[in-house]
């Protein structure tokens, strides 16, 4: 087994014996528990000694309303990282994952809606997810559509399900034959392209269509203003399963706890900050003081990003440092690759 920091194989024993004693009953770790739960060979005295260096070390809390101890972010970074062995997701849980995810093929948000609800769950922590940014995926059809004489609905059909619909202001009413013809140049020559790449190079693609002079007054407008008519935003929109999952955890029982609880998930611009970075990194864990932000310091996220077709999102849980990382970690990365399958 790896050793940090120096500590010996009896120090990482006992050590992971008080992480997995406070993950799973979230009381203070006595020495008379650790010797009798684990069978770790040595006395009560001697695990007592060793928890106190620990302590000292910066890898055990002392609450001072109880003899025993609980681990800090330190614990389970050296926990994560050199102690912990991975435990893969059961048969029954794989089960459930693929029965709520896979079948008919729906909207990516409504994929990732479903997967977040699905791995807070079975996790009883928080799912979240981000969608891919619009800017990268591509467009598989336009359709225009008179809504009034001097304006015209935008349809954005894009891969994975994705609809979008804008209003593009006219001069005055188009001879609905116009409107067909610009719709058919549209698709003929932007279908198969990411936005982004639509933006940079749409005046070129639109230069030399023909056509009636009502179709070429409205191919004028997309020439002119297509920057803007085809930049629909990052809506990178973060989804979350359902907060009562973190909310029946005894760190949430106090009232000051619930509201930051309620104000991180009703604000969500701190999570998008937190998970937009994660994008690139595959499997990404940052437990409790290691996020940037002191209102995550509190919290553990253990994300892991997915890709498929250029599309890149992130998907995975929120909750107390105080968690199973062993299970969470092989159902965040399996449930990555199930919507990567399901957006293929």
Do not use: W
């Not at 948000?109 to 079975?122: D, I, N, S, T, W």
């Not at 008179?146 to 188009?174: A, D, K």
């Not at 407008?221 to 990178?236: H, N, R, V, W």
């Amino acid at each position: 087994m790896p050793t940090h920091d120096q500590l010996t194989e009896r120090q990482l024993r006992v050590l992971e014996a008080v992480v997995h004693c406070y993950i799973q009953t979230a009381e203070p770790a006595g020495s008379q528990t650790i010797a009798r739960r684990f069978g770790l060979g040595v006395s009560p005295a001697t695990i007592r000694n060793i928890m106190s260096e620990l302590e000292e070390k910066g890898y055990l809390f002392h609450p001072h309303t109880s003899a025993g101890r609980i681990p800090t972010d330190r614990a389970y970074r050296i926990y994560v990282d050199a102690i912990m062995r991975l435990s893969p997701p059961s048969n029954e849980e794989q089960n459930t994952l693929r029965s709520e995810l896979v079948g008919t093929r729906s909207a990516v948000e409504e994929v990732l809606r479903r997967a977040a609800q699905v791995l807070g769950v079975l996790t009883q922590e928080l799912g979240v997810a981000v969608a891919p940014a619009l800017d990268h995926m591509v467009l598989e059809r336009l359709e225009l559509v008179q809504v009034t004489s001097e304006r015209l609905l935008l349809v954005f059909n894009l891969r994975s399900g994705v609809v979008r619909t804008i209003f593009v202001e006219v001069p005055g009413m188009l001879p609905p034959a116009s409107v067909q013809q610009v719709s058919r140049i549209l698709n003929e020559r932007l279908s198969g392209l990411k936005l982004q790449d639509i933006r940079t190079t749409l005046p070129e693609r639109l230069r030399d269509a023909g056509g009636t002079e009502g179709g070429r007054e409205l191919l004028n407008i997309f020439i002119a203003e297509g920057d803007g008519l085809f930049d629909l935003g990052e809506d990178s929109a973060v989804v979350l399963g359902s907060a009562q999952m973190l909310a029946d955890q005894p760190e949430f029982a106090s009232n000051s706890r619930m509201r930051d609880l309620l104000r991180l998930t009703e604000g969500r611009d701190l999570l998008k900050q937190a998970l937009e970075s994660r994008r690139q990194r595959g499997l990404s864990i940052t437990i409790g003081g290691e996020n940037h932000d002191t209102r995550l310091s509190d919290f553990t996220l253990v994300t892991s990003s997915y890709e498929a077709g250029g599309l890149k999102g992130v998907i995975g849980v929120m909750g107390p440092t105080r968690m199973p990382y062993d299970k969470i970690i092989g159902l965040v990365e399996h449930t990555s690759r199930l919507v990567e399958g399901l957006l293929e």
